[in-house]
């Protein structure tokens, strides 16, 4: 079995919900289908979810709600009028969005709570009318609710996780079902009866999360490009070839330097139950996109992907002698620990440690007083902070035991006069990582294509 995923783009209007039916009926193993809130028609538009939030700002604040209800209800309308679904599914989706805004909390009410129940309509909604349109084209398709079947979040609003627990209902909760199911994403609910969301993007988690539920064949996540690409498109316009097979880990270490295509904590579940991942193009269904999987065959000296990331800051702190201190790292980490830092890496040398975080939670009071725990605590020789600095990720599982990557990497940044201020490479070999400028981020990322894909 297939549990397969649309995105918002996927949904955004009838033409884009006609492709996706298309999709689902050309393989009968495709039965479980997530689908995310419509989203942008063209580069201008609004996603359905961003309406839905800006509904719910508008009634937490005491304002008239009926023009922003209406924005919401018309991007259905619009879908519902071309495929000829009728009117009732419209008034339903109406009369839904006013029972949800019904519930607008009083002074001190819980806030996060009602906005995660505007959210998650976008999605239930949505999953309601796509089991319409199935049926439309005569196909068996079931809503499948959230609630009734198990899927118990916990933790913040709007950045809720999964209660494990779930798993044993959701493993359970399609067997007696011959046709497809359409599951709406992004949402669930918590032990107490009341709508919990995953971060923005969540229907990737939902999705992740009943593949590995379902113990599903493959989890096909559909989106809007032909496959991953080594290397960010934007930066490097040639780049036609995409990515056939990678691993985990090497999906992993690209989306931790801010590869786009995958949230990896999003695709965690169907990861850790060994499920293959597949991520295709709606809009190029024969295109066979990229598989992620648990372990794949590789070419020695083989580069798979090179990702790059702005935004971090290096505290870098001096002291002579510093390896004969015994303790000193641990200290060193613990002042981070206790102001709440979370570091991301700390490569050392004899006498100095670095210590590198990511400057958005790293504001400048906090910078402030780290440093002055640091000065005053540990007595260094000298506490330099470094902003603007941004790290490259050279990563496959075929650079493990091949001699000459790293140099090759340096000599191609060497060559584009670009300085390495860091090089850490962890003991998997599966990936090493190159400290730079943040200006010159873009240049670095075109350098290292051209040295491991170029010509
Ligand atoms: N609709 C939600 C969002 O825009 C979730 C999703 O599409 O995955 O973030």
């Not at 989890?219 to 490009?225: H, I, K, L, P």
């Not at 083989?302 to 971090?312: D, L, M």
């Amino acid at each position: 079995m297939k549990v397969c995923k649309f995105g918002g783009s996927s949904l955004a209007d009838a033409g884009q919900l006609t492709k996706v039916i298309d999709i689902v009926l050309a393989d009968p193993q495709r039965r479980i289908v997530v689908v995310s809130a419509p989203g942008k028609r063209n580069k201008n538009d609004t996603k359905v979810t961003d309406l839905l939030i800006a509904l719910a700002k508008c009634a937490l604040d005491g304002k008239n709600t009926a023009s922003a209800l209406d924005a919401v209800v018309a991007r259905y309308a619009e879908i519902a009028k071309s495929l000829d679904l009728g009117d009732e599914i419209v008034q339903s989706i109406r009369d839904d969005l006013q029972a949800r805004l019904a519930q607008v909390p009083k002074d001190g009410g819980d806030a996060g709570g009602f906005m995660d129940l505007l959210k998650a309509a976008g999605e239930d909604n949505n999953a309601k009318l796509v089991t319409i349109a199935f049926q439309k084209r005569g196909k068996k398709a079931r809503y499948a609710s959230p609630k009734e079947t198990g899927m118990v979040l916990e933790g913040e609003s709007g950045n809720a996780t999964l209660d494990p627990e779930s798993y044993k209902k959701l493993s359970r909760a399609f067997a007696d079902f011959a046709g497809i199911v359409v599951y709406p994403g992004f949402f669930g609910y918590r032990a107490d009866g009341s709508v919990a969301t995953f971060p923005r993007g969540g229907s990737d988690i939902t999705g992740s999360i009943l593949a590995a539920a379902v113990r599903a064949d493959v989890y096909e996540n559909f989106t809007d490009v032909d496959s991953v690409y080594p290397v960010d498109p934007r930066l490097v316009p040639e780049v036609k070839t995409g990515i056939d097979t990678m691993t985990y880990r090497e999906m992993r270490e690209l989306s931790y330097a801010g590869f786009g295509v995958f949230n990896d904590e999003a695709i965690f579940p169907a990861v850790q139950a060994r499920i293959p991942i597949n991520v295709r193009n709606t809009n190029h269904p024969s295109e066979p996109g990229t598989m992620i999987v648990q372990t794949r065959r590789v070419m020695p000296g083989t580069v798979t992907g090179i990702a790059a990331a702005n935004g971090f800051t290096n505290i870098i702190i001096d002291k002579y002698l510093m390896n004969r201190q015994i303790g000193f790292t641990r200290k060193l980490l613990s002042i981070f620990e206790e102001e709440g830092v979370s570091y991301e890496h700390s490569p050392s040398g004899i006498d100095s440690i670095s210590v590198i975080v990511r400057s958005e939670r790293f504001d400048p009071a906090l910078e402030k007083r780290t440093v002055a725990r640091i000065k005053r605590e540990l007595n260094p020789d000298s506490v330099i902070v470094s902003h603007d600095y941004a790290i490259v990720m050279v990563v496959g599982e075929g650079m493990c035991y091949s001699a000459g990557m790293l140099a090759r990497a340096t000599t191609a940044l060497a060559r584009a006069g670009i300085n390495i201020s860091m090089v850490n490479q962890g003991a998997s070999e599966v990936s090493f990582m190159l400290g730079i400028r943040s200006a010159d981020h873009d240049r670095a990322v075109r350098a290292l294509y051209e040295a491991f894909f170029g010509e």
